[in-house]
């Protein structure tokens, strides 16, 4: 009787501290989501109020309502952001692998950033094979491709490049996404992939420090891993290992 008690004091003391972890990280995402909303919701105030209560001229106006648009935009982007990760999370999406078209998941996550990258004048360059077909979810890798993608747009300057190769190794298939962007230092590169995590240095890019985390998230739960090699003022180059099978 007397192991049996001990026996059930450790399962309860186990259950118990999975719950206080459990709500510390439901504290920690919440504190992270107020902080995040913090300065676009300030900056919408802020706007208004001049709005209400101080006379502009037709072009400051123009420049206030674009502020707000700006504003709007970046929390409409935070919370798509949460939603899909809050549904990876828990389980509301499952990701569904079946064999599919590389190229054509590919080729959804360029189409949402060749507008940005001819805006900067970026060349990117693309080499995958049109047949290569592996067992994939298509949608949330090609989610995880852009989001990749995105980054490299909007950290590489204006006249870089960014490349995409793919290579089948006996394993795996890496899909390596190369730019000529600003470079991450050795020291920050495995804080990247936290959630909401974003250099000092980088906050005058739109974002909330979610995209590669998400990518990790997707990326991890279909059995591949992601890898980075970054040197400042060199560029990066971040590959995703998506298993053959």
Same mark, same amino acid.
């Given at each position: ?14 259950? *118990? ?5 459990? *709500? ?9 989501? @107020?902080?995040?909303?913090?300065? &676009? ?11 209400? /209560?101080?006379?502009? @001229? ?11 648009? @700006? ?6 982007? =935070? ?15 499952? =990701?569904?692998?079946k ?5 054509? /998941?590919?080729?959804?996550?360029? @189409?949402s950033?060749?507008?940005?990258a ?10 995958? &094979? ?11 890798t090609?989610?995880? =491709? ?9 950290? /590489? ?6 490349s ?11 899909v ?11 020291s920050n590169?495995?804080?990247?992939? *936290? ?27 279909q ?23």
């Amino acid at each position: 009787i007397n192991h049996r008690l001990i026996r059930l004091y450790e399962i309860m003391q186990e259950n *118990r501290h999975k719950v206080d972890m459990e *709500r510390q990280e439901l504290q920690m995402l919440i504190s992270d989501i @107020s902080h995040q909303v913090k300065t &676009p919701v300030s900056n919408l105030q802020m706007v208004t109020d001049t709005l209400l /209560t101080k006379p502009v @001229s037709e072009e400051e106006r123009m420049d206030f309502l674009q502020g707000i648009r @700006s504003q709007t935009d970046k929390l409409d982007f =935070l919370f798509q952001a949460l939603v899909k990760t809050s549904r990876l999370e828990t389980g509301a999406i499952r =990701l569904e692998k079946k064999d599919s078209s590389l190229f054509h /998941t590919l080729a959804q996550a360029m @189409s949402s950033i060749v507008y940005a990258a001819e805006k900067k004048e970026i060349a990117v360059s693309v080499d995958c &094979p049109e047949n290569l077909i592996i067992s994939h979810d298509s949608k949330w890798t090609s989610e995880a =491709l852009f989001n990749l993608l995105d980054n490299a747009v909007k950290y /590489t300057p204006s006249g870089g490049k960014i490349s995409v190769s793919v290579v089948q190794w006996e394993m795996y298939v890496e899909v390596k996404v190369t730019d000529t962007g600003k470079g991450i230092s050795e020291s920050n590169q495995a804080a990247i992939f *936290r959630r909401f995590y974003r250099e000092e240095e980088v906050h005058d890019q739109q974002g909330v420090g979610i995209g590669l985390y998400l990518a990790r998230e997707i990326v991890t739960r279909q059995g591949g891993y992601i890898k980075v090699v970054s040197e400042l003022r060199q560029g990066s180059e971040f590959s995703i290992m998506l298993p053959v099978r």
